[in-house]
Nanobody, 118 residues
């Protein structure tokens, strides 16, 4: 699976950005898709995930501000980020987790940088 993320950029605190991740295969076949982020000097952390059934999960600090969604027809997932804070600054990575009878695998896209600064 190849993943192409887009939508990062520079935004002021309180602003919004929308990240998109396009997958090279039918995302309905992907068990879980997610956004992770990694700030300088920090470990990569899960931001939000969505299952192929549409169940979502959010990291505590973004719940209520970020919304993950998927478009099966376009094989994309999106992350709408509102009320952005400087601490949201990080490289954001798209992830696809596939598990089947032969095993499990994780796929990563190249990151997209989000900078929240005045």
């Amino acid at each position: 699976v190849q993943l192409q993320a887009s939508g990062g950029g520079l935004v002021q605190p309180g602003g919004s950005l929308r990240l998109s991740c396009a997958a090279s295969r039918n995302i309905f076949e992907i068990n879980v898709m997610a956004w992770y982020r990694q700030a300088p000097g920090e470990q990569r952390e899960l931001v939000a995930s969505i299952t192929n059934g549409g169940m979502t999960n959010y990291e505590d600090s973004v719940r209520g501000r970020f919304t993950i969604s998927k478009d099966n027809a376009e094989n994309t997932i999106n992350l709408q980020m509102n009320s952005l804070k400087p601490e949201d600054t990080a490289v954001y990575y798209c992830n696809a987790h596939i598990a089947d009878f032969v095993g499990a695998a994780d796929y990563w896209g190249l990151g997209t940088l989000v900078t929240v600064s005045s």
